[in-house]
């Protein structure tokens, strides 16, 4: 059993005592979550949001416990979905990072280009937003009023896009930045200048017809044995000590002169950067605004574009106990072939009885229930064309067999566990939904518990969907007050359940029907309806076989049966021995192994297999064709080459010419040792 509650805080003099029943609350939220599926619904949605902020809400949303609150949420998803229609996809982006820089900005630290442009795509996002639900207002929709709360710092955007451009402090950022810049490239063409004069006027003393730079300095290629002829300074020598590279003495000027500009540039740099960085943190607290909004709106966006991927309808909500869903569908399951489900408990009814056939959909039926309901209180719109949900207090389910070998727990005592804590928790706000009531014992003390759990949640006052297999709960459920049967229709000419809901009546297991369609004998159909119904009741049953005519009837003995398929199986077995032919490459499961057919497949499916280094006898199942015979080998090709030895070849060579005493030796394989000799000789033609 697990139950969902919404979950409270405390005040700190019982936050500890707190801290533990919220770790419980949370354990069994998260396991009704699990049962009903809410979690795999969770998950799809989580993937429509795009803020971390939305994810984890989403993680940890919970049912409304107000009304007023709830009507709210649902109409901002019903919103949410009309402008995601008309408008499209709104332009949101994740935040996280944002978030980090604007707090860096706060803090004083200087923020870096790359961050800088982080913020502007930010601002950009948030003016887009903006923009986005300002075209909504055309359509009145009320979501779309959330654009006022946008304010956008136009300022901040402008100079980050004016001043940072591709990851850089653009050269016009400022005036004395582009000034420095222009002067640092002048600088550095000067000396290229330089060091080019030096290397024209001495040709003869460079090693190469290129400068290049060592440490920052630029310098020239000279010959070792040439040092004292040009005027300068030794920066670099070559691997070999052949090539000196010096700076020319007039070079030296312009590189003291770029490393002051290299300082002045990264000084300017910097304030231009801590500027910015100070109109970051200026707008930080309308930024963090705007944030917050556009991760609010994410989550609600997130539920619109589930409504729309689920094709989901905004249910109405109700404090009267009562629960109307038409064509619900279970979200999760194909819509092609998901069956509509009909369902409503409204009045004085608070409890339904399900049953019918096993795989007829009850228990899917009950979950869809639910988790429509759940997700309707948790401000979603449901699977179905139309929808009244009432509003619970909590959710309590009781469904698998619940075995645990650690706590030594059979099926049936999980669920008697499971049913005491449900009824523990149940109150008149409940919901509660308890798949196969009372099994996992004998039927007839079964059948009472199952009786007995039914009183108890009938007093209780809670809504609460079970279903059963025993007759008795049935007729319980007809004659109780405020309890009602239903069943999942199955029809008996197919043997294949509809999955539609009958409120109102009760079903049937269909087991007999079931029974005759697979070919049991009547009698022993017979038989089992009077043990189960008594002799009058089982006259009503009509089985298939009865409903031929009489010389038909009577030509299906039970033995029937067996000899069609003898008959089917023989021909099976004759196709068997075309199915492989002698030489044919197979592969030998489940080892994998590749051999030749050198015997084909028996009266047994059985066939011999030539494996390297022996022969097996293997059933015709684990061998597969790997290439056929007639690829491998021409027409009238001697097997005996690969399959005899070359002794046993020579004698049946010699055999062919003239009397011998000798003796052809096989060694069968399968039985692993010697099976018989042969021995052969040539008389008038025969073998003896």
């Given at each position: ?14 936050s ?35 803020t ?66 982080k ?46 451009r ?17 002067r ?26 290129y ?13 070792k ?34 490393q ?35 991760e ?23 404090t009267a ?41 009850k ?9 429509n ?52 928790e ?29 009183e ?110 003898k ?44 494996l ?77």
């Amino acid at each position: 059993m697990v139950f969902l509650r919404p979950i409270f805080g405390g005040g700190s003099r019982r936050s500890e005592w707190f801290c533990v029943m919220r770790e419980e609350e949370m354990e069994k939220k998260m396991n009704i979550e699990k049962q009903i599926e809410l979690d795999k619904i969770k998950e799809l949605w989580m993937e429509l949001a795009v803020t971390e902020w939305a994810k984890e809400k989403i993680k940890d949303t919970s049912f409304f416990l107000s009304e007023r609150t709830l009507r709210k949420q649902l109409r901002d998803t019903t919103d949410g979905k009309q402008l995601v229609e008309k408008l499209g996809t709104p332009p949101l982006q994740g935040v996280g990072e944002i978030k980090e820089i604007i707090e860096i900005a706060e803090k004083g630290g200087c923020l870096d280009p790359g961050q800088l442009e982080k913020t502007e795509r930010a601002l950009a996002a948030m003016r887009r937003l903006k923009d986005y639900l300002g075209r909504g207002k055309a359509y009145e929709n009320p979501l779309a009023y959330y654009e006022e709360n946008l304010n956008i710092p136009e300022e901040l955007g402008e100079e980050i896009g004016r001043q940072i451009r591709n990851g850089m402090v653009d050269d016009r950022a400022s005036g004395e930045l582009e000034r420095i810049r222009a002067r640092i490239v002048k600088c550095e063409e000067d000396m290229k200048q330089k060091a080019g004069q030096v290397m024209r006027s001495h040709k003869e003393y460079m090693a190469d017809h290129y400068c290049t730079f060592r440490n920052g300095r630029i310098c020239v290629p000279v010959k070792k044995e040439y040092k004292l002829k040009i005027q300068g300074t030794v920066m670099d020598k070559s691997s070999t000590g052949n090539t000196l590279f010096m700076e020319p003495a007039g070079a030296a000027k312009y590189y003291e002169e770029l490393q002051q500009l290299r300082i002045d540039e990264e000084n300017e740099v910097y304030r231009i950067l801590y500027t910015l960085t100070a109109m970051v943190a200026f707008a930080a607290d309308v930024m963090k605004e705007n944030i917050a909004w556009m991760e609010k709106l994410d989550f609600v966006f997130s539920k619109a574009k589930l409504s729309i991927d689920m094709d989901g309808t905004e249910p109405s909500v109700n404090t009267a106990r009562k629960i109307v869903l038409k064509d619900a569908r279970h979200p999760l399951m194909d819509r092609k072939v998901s069956v509509p489900l009909q369902f409503e408990v409204r009045g004085d009814v608070r409890g339904v009885v399900i049953t019918g056939p096993n795989t007829g959909g009850k228990t899917v039926a009950i979950k869809t229930v639910m988790l429509n309901c759940m997700m309707a209180q948790c401000g979603l719109h449901v699977a179905c064309r139309e929808a009244d949900v009432c509003m619970s207090s909590a959710y309590l389910c009781d469904i698998g067999d619940g075995q645990n070998m650690a706590e030594n727990l059979s099926t049936f005592s999980a669920h008697i566990k499971n049913v005491l804590e449900v009824l523990a928790e149940i109150d008149e706000s409940s919901f509660v939904i308890m798949d196969e009531l009372g099994s996992g014992t004998d039927p007839t003390e079964g059948m009472g518990i199952a009786v007995a759990i039914l009183e108890e949640l009938r007093k209780s006052g809670a809504l609460f969907l079970v279903t059963t297999h025993y007759p008795e709960v049935k007729e319980y459920a007809d004659r109780t007050q405020g309890i009602q049967n239903a069943k999942m229709a199955f029809d008996k000419e197919t043997l294949k359940p509809t999955y539609q809901m009958v409120i109102g009546e009760a079903g049937e297991s269909c087991a007999f029907y079931i029974a005759d369609r697979l070919g049991m004998p009547v009698e022993m159909l017979k038989v089992a309806a009077q043990a189960a119904y008594g002799e009058e009741e089982a006259m009503r049953y009509c089985f298939r076989k009865e409903d031929l005519p009489a010389d038909e009837g009577k030509s299906l003995p039970c033995r029937s049966h067996g000899r069609i398929l003898k008959q089917k199986e023989g021909k099976k077995r004759k196709d068997l021995g075309q199915k492989y032919k002698i030489g044919d490459s197979v592969m030998v499961y489940p080892d994998r192994k590749i051999g030749i057919v050198c015997e084909p497949v028996n009266e047994k499916g059985i066939l011999r297999v030539q494996l390297p280094g022996k022969k097996i006898w293997i059933n015709h199942k684990r061998v597969k064709l790997h290439v056929a015979a007639d690829e491998l080998y021409p027409e009238d090709y001697d097997f005996s080459i690969i399959f005899d030895t070359a002794e046993n070849r020579k004698i049946r060579h010699d055999m062919e010419r003239k009397y011998t005493e000798e003796v052809i030796r096989y060694e069968d394989s399968h039985s692993h040792f010697t099976n018989g000799l042969i021995s052969a000789t040539i008389d008038s033609g025969k073998f003896s």
